[in-house]
């Protein structure tokens, strides 16, 4: 079993669409949680951080940590079709390696 | 504040060629990972630097090698290069803020092509 796992996708929605992805983990331990958003043939940007339980906002975007099931949750309001990308989840490993999801590809239809 | 850099941005070597890819983190970050990322695939780690020590290697031979300068910009050296090379190489710098994250930015990377 994978310490992190995501689907990869793809996931095609409507412009407009509220978008909710995916990621579920091993470990108990972990406590950091990281969204990157990648552009094809770029290099992975951060979106956004949250430390153990919770929600946390930025404009469109908010992430969602749930501890007792082991699955964080990335979901975007009103998507645009800038915001098709893929999307990695990753968590910070007790050796301070960042342990990443595969990756979910995801298109906006305008 | 400037970003990660990584230079070149295209590479392109032929079969047992060496290839040297370089990457400046951002100013004030001691730590530099390399990852690489084969074409549909997740970001496979590679190298993790800090303060000029290598600190952790991923499941790759050790003809992919690699050091961090003084000034903390680091270089990665692909040896006797095989087909299966070919990916997009990323350099990630990162400081541990105040709790204790090590948030991870990222270059726009090197793609390497083994022909």
């Known amino acids: 079993q994978k310490e992190v796992e995501q689907d990869p996708g793809p996931l095609s929605v409507p412009e407009g669409a509220i978008v909710s992805l995916n990621c579920t983990y091993s470990?108990?331990?972990?406590?950091?949680f990281m969204w990157y958003r990648q552009y094809s043939r770029k290099g992975p940007e951060l979106l956004m951080y949250t430390y153990s339980s919770g929600n946390k906002e930025d404009g469109r975007f908010t992430a969602q940590v749930d501890k007792s099931s082991k699955y964080i949750s990335l979901f975007i309001r009103d998507s645009q079709p800038s915001d098709s990308a893929t999307y990695l989840c990753a968590t910070k490993g007790s050796n301070y390696q960042l342990i990443w999801g595969a990756g979910t590809k995801l298109i906006i239809k305008p | 504040e400037a970003g990660v850099t990584q230079s070149p941005t295209h590479l392109i070597k032929t079969r047992g060629q060496q290839a040297t890819l370089r990457c400046s983190p951002i100013?004030?970050?001691?730590?530099v990972y390399w990852y690489q990322q084969a074409l549909g695939l997740g970001l496979q780690f590679l190298l993790w630097?800090?303060?000029?020590?290598?600190?952790n290697r991923g499941n790759f031979p050790p003809r992919f090698s690699g050091r961090q300068f003084p000034n903390y910009s680091s270089e990665l050296n692909v040896n006797a290069l095989e087909l299966e090379d070919s990916a997009l190489y990323l350099c990630?710098?990162?400081?541990?803020?105040?709790?204790?994250?090590?948030?991870?930015?990222f270059g726009p990377g090197t793609r390497l092509t083994v022909l």
């Open positions: 630097y800090d303060e000029g020590e290598e600190r």
């Open positions: 470990n108990s331990a972990f406590q950091y």
């Open positions: 990630a710098s990162s400081v541990r803020d105040r709790g204790g994250a090590d948030t991870q930015y």
């Open positions: 100013s004030g970050h001691t730590s």
